[in-house]
C-alpha cells in the first residue's frame, strides 16, 4: 500500500521508553524486598550469560532521580517501568512492604512533576519465589487470586496518578523460555505444562483487567505482547502451511484469546490430539472474553521466517546469548513448523532480523484482526556499544534501527492503525535477562559489565541526543 502522504503523528503521542524491575533495579535484598524467581534463577550456574546478574543492575533503585532527570531533559513525554511484586509483598501476598511501596510512589511522583506519563507494568517476570515454592508459581490456580490482591494493591495505591497499565509483559516470550526451553525459571521443557501454566496466566490476566475495570475506571490497560509477525519461506504450500502454523500457534494462540477469549480452533484440535491442551474449566473462557482489554501493547524486535518441519524435524532450540553472530540453529515444533533465515533481511549480532517493514505489517495485523489501539511498549535494538574517548558512545546503527522503525510506525498510522505511542527499549542500559551487560539497548550508557559494577556512571549516547530531536519535532524529523 502507497500513501501519496503520510499522516503525522498524533498531538497527543506517547513518546516513550521502557524499563522493567529486574533489569534496572538491583537492590535485589534492599528495604524488605522478597526474592523473586530470577534472584534464586541467576545464581544457579550456567543459567546467563557469564553468571551476570541483576543484584545491582544500573543501581536504578538507588540513582532514580538521576534517571528521571535525564528522562526529561531527553523530552520522554511516557516512561514504561515494572514494579517488583516481591518488592511491594515480600511473601507474595499477606503483608506489604511500606517502603517497596514508597519507591513506586517516589517515581511515579518523579515523572509526573516533569510531565512524564508513567506506564506501569505489574509483571515483568518476576514471579515471588514465596509463590513459585509453595505452589509452582503459574501451574496453580492459586496464583489467580494472589495476583488479583498484587494489582488490586497497585490499583488503588497508584491508581489516581497512574493512568496507563501493562498487564502481563510477554506471557508468550516468558512462559516459552520458562516451560519449553528451560531458559527462565522455573526451566522446564513440558508442553503439557506450558499450555496449562499458560493457561493459568490468561486468567491471572482477566482477572487483573476486571479488577482494573472497578479500581481505575478511568484508566486503560492492555497485556504486552512479544509479537514477531510470521513470514512463509517461499510461496511452497508446505511452507504457506507452516507459515500459518505459525501465527496461529505462537501469535494468535495469545492474541486471539486476550482479545476475544477465543483459542485458534485448529491448534486447540491438534493440541487435543496431541494430548498437551489446557485443561479448561467451566467459565474460564467467559472470564477471558469479558476482560477485553482497552489496548494492545506491542513488543516488536523481529520478524520470524518459517519452513515446512516434518513430524522427524527440529525441536526448539536455544538462542544465541552471546552476541556471536550466525550462532542461532533453526528451532521449531516437529510437524508444524521451524524456523529459517530470511536472505532478504540483516540481522543484528544476535541474530535478529532488523526488518521494520515487519514493524509495519505487525501493526496492520493488529489493527485489522482486533480493531484496538496499539501502545508500542517495546522495539530497539540490542548491540554491543563501545565507550569511547571524553565519553562519547556513536551508536549509529542504533539510531538507523529506530530511525527505520519509526518511519514504518508512520506508515501504520497512514494505514490506519490507531497508535498511542511508542516506547524504546530501553532508557538506560539493562542487564538483558540471558546476554548479561554487553547486549545494550539503551540512550543512556551504563559503565558497568558483566562482573564489574565499576562506577554504574550515566553517559548519553549519540542516540539520546537524537531521540531528543525526535521527540521535540514531533517524530518530524528522524
Ligand atoms: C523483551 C523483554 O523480551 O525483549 C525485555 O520484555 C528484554 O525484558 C527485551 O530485555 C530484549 O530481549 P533480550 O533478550 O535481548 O534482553
Known amino acids: 500500500m502507497h500513501?501519496?502522504?503520510?499522516?503525522?503523528?498524533?498531538?497527543?503521542?506517547?513518546?516513550?521508553?521502557?524499563?522493567?524491575?529486574?533489569?534496572?533495579?538491583?537492590?535485589?535484598?534492599?528495604?524488605?524486598?522478597?526474592?523473586?524467581?530470577?534472584?534464586?534463577?541467576?545464581?544457579?550456574?550456567?543459567?546467563?550469560?557469564?553468571?551476570?546478574?541483576?543484584?545491582?543492575a544500573v543501581d536504578h533503585y538507588h540513582r532514580m532521580e538521576e534517571d528521571v532527570a535525564l528522562m526529561a531533559e531527553m523530552g520522554l513525554t511516557a516512561y514504561r517501568f515494572s514494579v517488583s511484586w516481591p518488592r511491594?509483598?515480600?511473601?507474595?501476598?499477606?503483608?506489604?512492604?511500606?517502603?517497596?511501596?514508597?519507591?513506586?510512589?517516589?517515581?511515579?511522583?518523579?515523572?509526573?512533576?516533569?510531565?512524564?506519563?508513567?506506564?506501569?507494568?505489574?509483571?515483568?517476570?518476576?514471579?515471588?519465589?514465596?509463590?513459585?515454592?509453595?505452589?509452582?508459581?503459574?501451574?496453580?490456580?492459586r496464583v489467580i487470586d494472589d495476583f488479583g490482591d498484587y494489582c488490586a494493591l497497585l490499583f488503588r495505591r497508584y491508581g489516581d496518578r497512574v493512568k496507563t497499565w501493562?498487564?502481563?509483559?510477554?506471557?508468550?516470550?516468558?512462559?516459552?523460555?520458562?516451560?519449553l526451553l528451560a531458559t527462565?525459571?522455573?526451566?522446564?521443557?513440558?508442553?503439557?505444562?506450558?499450555?496449562?501454566?499458560?493457561?493459568?496466566?490468561?486468567?491471572?490476566?482477566?482477572?487483573?483487567?476486571?479488577?482494573?475495570?472497578?479500581?481505575?475506571?478511568?484508566?486503560?490497560?492492555?497485556?504486552?505482547?512479544?509479537?514477531?509477525?510470521?513470514?512463509?519461506?517461499?510461496?511452497?504450500?508446505?511452507d504457506l502451511l507452516a507459515f500459518d502454523n505459525a501465527e496461529e500457534f505462537t501469535n494468535h494462540w495469545w492474541l486471539d484469546t486476550y482479545c476475544y477469549g477465543r483459542y485458534p480452533q485448529v491448534a486447540l484440535a491438534w493440541l487435543r490430539e496431541q494430548g498437551e491442551a489446557p485443561d479448561i474449566l467451566p467459565g474460564d473462557m467467559a472470564a477471558l472474553a469479558a476482560a477485553k482489554p482497552d489496548f494492545i501493547g506491542l513488543n516488536y524486535y523481529y520478524t520470524l521466517t518459517y519452513t515446512d518441519n516434518p513430524p522427524d524435524g527440529v525441536g526448539l532450540q536455544r538462542i544465541n546469548t552471546t552476541g556471536q553472530k550466525g550462532s542461532t540453529p533453526s528451532s521449531g515444533v516437529p510437524g508444524?513448523?521451524?524456523?529459517?533465515?530470511?536472505?532478504?533481511?540483516?540481522?543484528?549480532?544476535?541474530?535478529?532480523?532488523?526488518?521494520?517493514?515487519?514493524?509495519?505489517?505487525?501493526?496492520?495485523?493488529?489493527?485489522?484482526?482486533?480493531?484496538?489501539?496499539?501502545?508500542?511498549?517495546?522495539?530497539?535494538?540490542?548491540?554491543f556499544d563501545r565507550l569511547e574517548d571524553g565519553d562519547q558512545v556513536h551508536d549509529v546503527y542504533r539510531i538507523d534501527y529506530l530511525r527505520r522503525h519509526l518511519a514504518a510506525c508512520q506508515e501504520a498510522i497512514s494505514d490506519g492503525a490507531a497508535l498511542l505511542g511508542f516506547c524504546a527499549w530501553s532508557f538506560t542500559d539493562i542487564l538483558s535477562w540471558l546476554n548479561g551487560?554487553?547486549?545494550?539497548?539503551?540512550?543512556?550508557?551504563?559503565?558497568?559489565?558483566?562482573?564489574?559494577?565499576?562506577?554504574?556512571?550515566?553517559?548519553?549516547?549519540?542516540?539520546?541526543?537524537?531521540?531528543?530531536?525526535?521527540?521535540?519535532?514531533?517524530?518530524?524529523?528522524?
Open 437 to 478: 551487560y554487553q547486549k545494550r539497548y539503551g540512550f543512556v550508557y551504563i559503565n558497568r559489565d558483566e562482573t564489574d559494577a565499576r562506577d554504574l556512571r550515566r553517559v548519553r549516547k549519540d542516540s539520546f541526543f537524537w531521540y531528543q530531536r525526535v521527540i521535540a519535532s514531533g517524530g518530524r524529523e528522524r
Open 336 to 383: 508444524l513448523y521451524r524456523t529459517t533465515p530470511n536472505p532478504q533481511l540483516e540481522t543484528s549480532n544476535w541474530d535478529w532480523a532488523i526488518d521494520p517493514t515487519g514493524l509495519r505489517i505487525a501493526l496492520r495485523r493488529l489493527t485489522s484482526r482486533y480493531a484496538l489501539p496499539v501502545l508500542i511498549t517495546e522495539n530497539g535494538l540490542g548491540e
Open 166 to 179: 501493562v498487564s502481563l509483559n510477554e506471557q508468550n516470550y516468558n512462559l516459552s523460555n520458562a516451560y
Open 3 to 56: 500513501h501519496v502522504s503520510l499522516k503525522p503523528f498524533p498531538d497527543n503521542f506517547l513518546w516513550g521508553a521502557a524499563s522493567a524491575a529486574y533489569q534496572v533495579e538491583g537492590a535485589f535484598d534492599t528495604d524488605g524486598k522478597g526474592l523473586s524467581v530470577w534472584d534464586v534463577f541467576v545464581r544457579e550456574p550456567g543459567r546467563t550469560f557469564e553468571g551476570s546478574n541483576g543484584d545491582v
Open 88 to 141: 511491594v509483598l515480600p511473601q507474595g501476598r499477606g503483608q506489604a512492604n511500606e517502603a517497596g511501596l514508597a519507591f513506586y510512589d517516589r517515581l511515579i511522583d518523579a515523572l509526573l512533576a516533569r510531565g512524564i506519563e508513567p506506564v506501569l507494568t505489574l509483571y515483568h517476570w518476576d514471579m515471588p519465589q514465596a509463590l513459585q515454592d509453595e505452589y509452582g508459581g503459574w501451574e496453580d490456580r
Open 184 to 238: 527462565h525459571p522455573p526451566a522446564l521443557a513440558d508442553r503439557k505444562r506450558f499450555y496449562a501454566a499458560n493457561h493459568i496466566a490468561f486468567l491471572a490476566n482477566a482477572r487483573a483487567i476486571m479488577l482494573f475495570r472497578q479500581l481505575v475506571p478511568d484508566g486503560r490497560i492492555g497485556p504486552s505482547f512479544a509479537y514477531s509477525p510470521a513470514y512463509p519461506a517461499s510461496c511452497a504450500p508446505a
